[in-house]
């Protein structure tokens, strides 16, 4: 349970960076590049250089490079979604998502089996997306403007975008957490390792290939980058290590992760950032919750 409360605490924190980086004038995607570069040092250093190194030709290693590939994108969608909808909306697009990888153990896992819980969990979910990402702040100024159409849609694709890549990337992350694929700590971090390689490198590549790319490393974007990078290890390190200590299946550690998150994430938003939902976000949330309380009871 330590590491499952250690993972929604340090995901609190990475959202609540994205939250913040516009005031203290974090340019955000040379951030996201800075971070990726120091979660890949950190990551490879902690592990063992040699370790991480021997485990190259894994199949784990060869699906972090795969899921490495959309990191910079999706990570740039999180924090853009963060800044123009809010902690709540973010938390829900993000952790919901897992109702696609759930999809494919309930086929492809046999220890996975179907219930009436995660069918109605996954019929919940879409709906509850939809419901928290609209009517937002800027959606309400919008309409008082008369423009509310492309804000709507706006506020339609970012959550969604979210949605599907994080599943994908939640897909990835538990497909290989077996211990036939890892079986210590230095394992997980190796295998954390090779996504934020490959994503430092593209985005690298893009500062150097594409001048309308070069970074503009001024003082709080380089450090926001560096914290950020120290949280995104920690956040996947622990969800890794739950999944590993845990007596759960893990359809049932993966709601306990997200019900927390989406909980915390909502909560610190109208806390410390004068978050105030709509009823149609209030709505979105409480469905969310009921279908992550109902993949609790499917295990």
């Given at each position: 349970m330590i590491a499952l409360g250690l993972c929604i605490f340090v995901s609190t924190l990475m959202f609540s960076c994205f939250r913040l980086f516009p005031?203290?004038?974090?340019?955000?995607?040379?951030?996201?590049?800075?971070?990726?570069?120091?979660?890949?040092?950190?990551?490879?250093?902690?592990?063992?250089?040699?370790?991480?190194?021997?485990?190259?030709?894994?199949?784990?290693?060869?699906?972090?490079?795969?899921?490495?590939?959309?990191f910079l994108y999706m990570f740039r969608k999180i924090g853009e979604c963060t800044q123009e909808l809010g902690l709540g909306v973010v938390a829900i697009a993000t952790k919901m998502s897992m109702v696609l990888p759930m999809l494919?153990?309930?086929?492809?896992?046999?220890?996975?089996?179907?219930?009436?819980?995660?069918?109605?969990?996954?019929?919940?979910?879409?709906?509850?997306?939809?419901?928290?990402?609209?009517?937002?702040?800027?959606?309400?100024?919008?309409?008082?403007?008369?423009?509310?159409?492309?804000?709507?849609?706006?506020?339609?694709?970012?959550?969604?975008?979210?949605?599907?890549?994080?599943?994908?990337?939640?897909?990835?992350?538990?497909?290989?957490?077996?211990?036939?694929?890892?079986?210590?700590?230095?394992?997980?971090?190796?295998?954390?390792?090779?996504?934020?390689?490959?994503?430092?490198?593209?985005?690298?590549t893009r500062w150097v290939s594409i001048p309308r790319c070069k970074p503009q490393l001024d003082r709080p974007t380089v450090l926001g980058g560096i914290i950020l990078g120290i949280i995104n290890v920690g956040s996947l390190f622990f969800l890794l290590s739950a999944y590993e200590h845990m007596p759960l299946s893990r359809s049932a550690i993966v709601p306990m992760n997200n019900l927390g998150v989406v909980l915390a994430t909502s909560l610190a938003g109208m806390a410390f950032f004068s978050e105030r939902p709509s009823r149609r976000n209030l709505l979105g949330w409480a469905l969310a919750t009921t279908a992550l309380v109902l993949l609790l009871q499917s295990d």
């Open positions: 005031q203290m004038k974090v340019r955000l995607e040379d951030a996201i590049v800075i971070n990726y570069m120091v979660a890949a040092a950190l990551s490879i250093a902690i592990a063992g250089p040699e370790h991480a190194l021997s485990r190259l030709g894994e199949p784990s290693s060869l699906a972090g490079a795969a899921m490495g590939v959309i494919v153990f309930i086929a492809m896992d046999p220890t996975d089996a179907y219930t009436w819980h995660k069918g109605a969990a996954i019929a919940l979910a879409f709906p509850a997306v939809w419901l928290a990402s609209t009517q937002s702040k800027k959606h309400q100024e919008a309409q008082k403007n008369g423009t509310a159409t492309g804000v709507e849609m706006a506020s339609w694709t970012l959550p969604a975008i979210v949605f599907a890549g994080s599943g994908l990337i939640d897909l990835g992350f538990g497909w290989f957490s077996s211990p036939a694929h890892m079986s210590c700590d230095a394992d997980r971090l190796t295998f954390a390792s090779i996504p934020f390689t490959m994503a430092a490198i593209i985005g690298v």
